[in-house]
């Protein structure tokens, strides 16, 4: 009781499918601190913040063991250099993880942390995500089925990539307020899915662009049935190519708020304005 193990490593291979390796606990709770970059540089970690390898942390702590790692609030990640897929599946299924390690950086990297925090139901909070400008599939399912997350980090993200918010909170169904998406500018499939299933959201974020992009709602908030407030700022005419079922499922009545400056004639159903809501104007 109250005995640490640490560990270092340097020159390991990372492979597409285990990463550089994974942890195995074999019984009791797990508590998991240090600087995750000794598993890179061995002894000369200290200071050291690019990620050299793709897949490099790729399910670190996904084993048959997730539900013993508890605490990883002393993990740090400082790597502000990233690479593709660096963080993918890293802490997958670990139902028992309460906090999140710190994500600081801010120039991200195709696939960076897909999947990193898939099905930890016990996560409440969310670390916070300080890029500016995405990259492909970055943040693609990346709390998807976290159950107990309540509060979402900020998003203030202005350039986006194509999926990079795709199914981010899926299946949240604590989470009650939805991050700001200040975009102007869409992607194919950048928001497609990404509040599926959050029965507790009330509010949308306002959605400010004014051109819609293949697929970018698709889905966006189908199943959110508490969901009674949309302001989308978008001048682009209705149709399933960019809003197949976003509303599908969302409270009978509300406020769907639109851009003014749209032409196209109000319509309503899961692929446009929901029904029986009602339809406010305003400037973009």
């Avoid at 490099?56 to 250099?81: C, E, H, K, M």
């Avoid at 009545?253 to 009602?278: L, Q």
């Amino acid at each position: 009781a109250g005995e640490r193990v640490f560990f270092r490593a340097s020159g390991l291979t990372a492979s597409s499918s285990n990463g550089i390796g994974s942890f195995t606990i074999a019984n009791g709770d797990c508590y998991v601190g240090g600087n995750v970059m000794s598993m890179v540089y061995g002894a000369d970690f200290k200071g050291k913040t690019e990620i050299t390898q793709d897949y490099q942390f790729r399910g670190l702590f996904y084993t048959n063991s997730t539900s013993r790692i508890v605490d990883t609030s002393g993990l740090a990640l400082p790597a502000t250099t990233l690479t593709n897929y660096c963080y993918y599946y890293m802490f997958y299924g670990c139902t028992s993880l309460v906090n999140a390690p710190a994500l600081p950086a801010t120039t991200l990297a195709n696939y960076c942390y897909q999947y990193m925090f898939t099905g930890c139901t016990s996560l409440v909070n969310a670390p916070a995500l300080p890029a500016t400008t995405l990259a492909n599939y970055c943040y693609y399912y990346m709390f998807y089925g976290c159950t107990s997350l309540v509060n979402a980090p900020a998003l203030p993200a202005t350039t986006l990539a194509q999926y990079c918010y795709q199914n981010m909170f899926t299946g949240c169904t604590s989470l009650v307020n939805a991050p700001a998406l200040p975009a102007t500018k869409l992607y194919s499939r950048c928001y497609q899915y990404m509040f599926y299933g959050c029965t507790s959201l009330v509010n949308a974020p306002t959605l400010p662009a004014t051109k819609l992009e293949n697929n970018c709602y698709q889905y966006m908030f189908k199943g959110c049935t508490k969901l009674s407030y949309i302001k989308a700022m978008f001048t682009t005419t209705p149709s399933t190519t960019y809003l197949q079922d976003w509303v599908s499922g969302v409270s009978a009545s509300g406020t769907f708020v639109k851009n003014s400056a749209a032409t196209w004639a109000d319509t309503f159903g899961v692929s446009a304005i929901p029904e029986g809501w009602t339809v406010e104007l305003a400037d973009a």
